[in-house]
């Protein structure tokens, strides 16, 4: 038994084991209930504190945060502002700048182009001008050369016709011949035809027979003639051979030939000319003037009665050719000056071709550095604008940033904030 003393009225009283125990048990739940009541109840309160200190603290962080975040941004964003408007005026500058260069390149070679062309067409129209004035002279000169050569034709077949009549004549007058040489050797025949000309034909002539044998050979007459400035018109080395003369034994004309070209070159003369009655019945040498110059340079065969004849031939020809001579010295020089310029006309556009290409190959490399230039600008303005376009988002998500998008998904921080409300 257990003696328990009741606090109310002090009395004593006894009770057994069991009901003690229950007696304590009674005591100790109300006392744990109350003690539990208290410490709940003392610890609601520190919850609450702890929970009002928490939101304040984390309200406060926040506040701080966004603060400074706001004024990043507002830093960050009036940094980059005056940068990037900095860095976009200075490449506009620049750009403008690199634009106007180019234009005045591109006029700077428009205008030279322009000058270099006209120059070359002005150059090109006096060449034209020049031309057609040497074309017209040219067109002159060969319709007067023209008619000269028509002139000499007319004389040329008049002189054929006189051939002719006298192929016809001296085969009447081979019988005669001899009859006609009878009293006189053939040179003797020879000079008298020329002296009876000499005083009206050839009264500038020389007409001797060749006496000078200092190489051991010499022709039998020499005719030479000159103009008035003392030019030699033509010269003629002459050997006479008679028939008669060589009887013992028969000669052709052949045999003489070598040395009569071998007299005409000692003697310095231009044509060499045999007048030869040998080989009487050859019908080549009876038809008159015989040109063996594929034999012997400027070799004639002739029989007497074409003496005269051959002289004057050979005589115009000279007289002729001096004109002809001179007129196309003329046209050579004519011909030579416009070579000349036509080469001067083609150095200068070589010339021109090679500096315009250098200068357009310059250009052209100048302009793709520019245009290189204006892509990395391009390219760097693009970066600066995408640079603000990120600035603008992240200011943008800077101002969309709420209470609300921090606490989604936090259930006690949401109902935190909630009470706060």
Do not use: W
């Not at 009674?26 to 309160?45: G, I, M, T, W």
């Amino acid at each position: 038994m257990n003696e328990i003393i009741c606090p109310n009225c002090n009395k004593a009283f006894k009770v057994d084991e069991a009901g003690y125990a229950d007696i304590i048990k009674q005591v100790r739940n109300h006392q744990f209930e109350e003690e539990l009541q208290a410490r709940l109840s003392l610890a609601e309160k520190e919850k609450e504190g702890a929970v009002k200190l928490a939101e304040a603290n984390v309200r406060n962080a926040l506040q701080e945060q966004l603060a400074k975040k706001d004024k990043e941004l507002t830093e960050l964003n009036a940094r980059n502002q005056l940068a990037l408007s900095e860095q976009i005026g200075r490449k506009d500058a620049e750009i403008t700048q690199l634009k106007s260069k180019i234009e005045n390149v591109e006029v700077e070679k428009k205008l030279a182009v322009n000058e270099a062309v006209q120059k070359v067409e002005k150059e090109r129209d006096d060449l034209k001008s020049d031309l057609k004035t040497k074309e017209l002279e040219k067109q002159n000169l060969e319709s007067s050369l023209k008619q000269q050569y028509f002139t000499e034709l007319q004389n040329k077949d008049a002189i054929i016709k006189y051939k002719d009549d006298e192929i016809a004549r001296v085969k009447d007058m081979k019988l005669r011949l001899s009859t006609k040489m009878i009293g006189e050797t053939l040179e003797q025949h020879c000079e008298t035809e020329f002296n009876k000309l000499r005083a009206t034909a050839f009264q500038s002539a020389y007409f001797e027979k060749d006496n000078d044998s200092k190489s051991g050979s010499k022709g039998d007459f020499i005719y030479r003639e000159t103009d008035e400035a003392g030019n030699e018109i033509i010269s003629i080395m002459f050997e006479m051979k008679n028939e008669g003369d060589e009887t013992a034994t028969k000669k052709r004309n052949e045999d003489f030939l070598k040395e009569l070209d071998k007299d005409r070159c000692e003697k310095k003369c231009e044509y060499a000319i045999l007048v030869s009655l040998l080989e009487a019945e050859s019908e080549y040498y009876n038809s008159g003037i015989v040109d063996v110059s594929h034999k012997y340079k400027k070799m004639y065969v002739v029989r007497p009665q074409f003496f005269i004849p051959i002289i004057t031939l050979l005589r115009n020809a000279a007289m002729n050719s001096l004109q002809y001579k001179a007129e196309l010295a003329i046209i050579r020089n004519q011909n030579i000056d416009i070579a000349n310029f036509e080469e001067k006309i083609n150095t200068f556009k070589e010339g021109f071709a090679r500096n315009y290409e250098l200068a357009s190959r310059k250009f052209k490399t100048a302009i793709e550095e520019i245009d290189k230039t204006i892509t990395h600008l391009e390219k760097t303005k693009e970066a600066l604008l995408s640079s603000d376009n990120n600035l603008r988002l992240a200011n943008q998500k800077a101002e969309d940033l709420t209470i609300k998008k921090l606490t989604h998904g936090n259930a006690t921080m949401k109902s935190k904030f909630d009470e706060l409300k």
